[in-house]
C-alpha cells in the first residue's frame, strides 16, 4: 500500500510521541487523519512544513523512495521574504555551503506569480515583499531548503512540498490523503532518476492526480 497525504502545518511526520524530543509532546501526528493501521512515512516533512508525504506498509518500497541514491527528485514551493535575483538563483542552482556540507546542484527559479495557496493556520508576518520560489532537489537535509533560502538573503516564510518524484499534490487539501501506486510516482522518470543533477527533466507541471482523493472525518482539524 502506497499513500499520498497533505501534510498541514504544525504536524509531526509520525503517528506518535515516543520518538520525539520532550517539546513534541501534544502536538498534532498523523494520527489525526484517519490512515490506514501499519503504515509508516517515507521520509518526514518538517513540523512547520507542508505539503506531500508519502507512506507506506512496505518496507522495501520505503527504502526505494527515501534511499539518496535513487536521487528522486522532491519539488518545493518557498514563499521567500525578499526580492530574488539572478544572482541569488544562480547560487541556489550551483550549490551552497550550508554548515558542515555544500548543497548539491539543484533546480531553483522564481515562480512568476503567487500560486495561490489557501491561507495557512497561522498567519505569515512578513516584513517587507515577499516572492515564490520553486527548487527542486535530488537530497534531503534537515531543514535544508530553509537554510538554502537563508543563505542568499531571502529568509523561507513558509515551505509546501508540491512533488515527489512524478507525482504532484495537486488538488489534495491539507489532512486529505489517496492510495497512490508507485507508477504515479517513478512512472515516466526511468533513466533520469539515476542521471546527475544537472540533468533533472523539468517536472511535468500539467500532472494532477485522479479526482478520487479521500476526505475523512478524522482528517479535519482546527
Known sequence: MLIALHKPFETLSSFTHETQSPGDVGKRTLSAF????GVYAAGRLDFDSEGLL?????GTLIHRLT???HKLPKTYWAQVEGVPGEPALAALRRG?????????P??????EADPGLAPRSK????????AWLELVLREGRKRQVRHMTAAVGLPTLRLLRVGIGALRLGELAPGQWREITPAEVFGGMGQSARDDDDQTPRPDRSARPPARARRHAQGRFR
Open 67 to 69: 534511499d539518496p541514491a
Open 34 to 37: 484517519g490512515l490506514p493501521r
Open 106 to 111: 539543484c533546480q531553483a527559479r522564481a515562480l
Open 96 to 104: 551552497l555551503p550550508i554548515k558542515d556540507y555544500v548543497t548539491r
Open 54 to 58: 508519502l507512506l507506506s506498509d512496505d
Open 123 to 130: 498567519p505569515i508576518t512578513p516584513h517587507g515583499p515577499t
